[in-house]
């Protein structure tokens, strides 16, 4: 008895994240770009430091920048959402 299994190819996918940073003043800016090769997703956020806290830069950037990947996060979970939708078979009566 021969048995054969169909090996089912590797899909690999390379997405790149560009993440800029701008300070001004006690605000930090963030532009991200998540490029998926099918799409493109865009962030733009804030951190704001409180003025009785020392400026530490780095704070600001942890702030901004997790928000701003958080955001991207987010919407990439409502295309897939939409996605998974659009793609279910019809439901018959």
Do not use: C
Request: glycine share 6%; aromatic share 4%.
């Amino acid at each position: 008895m021969d048995t054969q299994t169909t090996a089912t190819p590797t899909r690999t996918k390379t997405w790149t994240l560009r993440v800029d940073l701008f300070e001004e003043g006690d605000v930090t800016k963030v532009h991200a770009v998540l490029d998926t090769g099918d799409n493109r997703l865009e962030s733009h956020t804030e951190a704001h430091r409180n003025p009785h806290d020392p400026p530490v830069p780095e704070i600001g950037d942890e702030y901004a920048a997790g928000r701003a990947l958080v955001d991207l996060g987010d919407q990439l979970l409502h295309f897939g959402v939409t996605d998974a939708a659009a793609n279910e078979p019809p439901l018959h009566s």
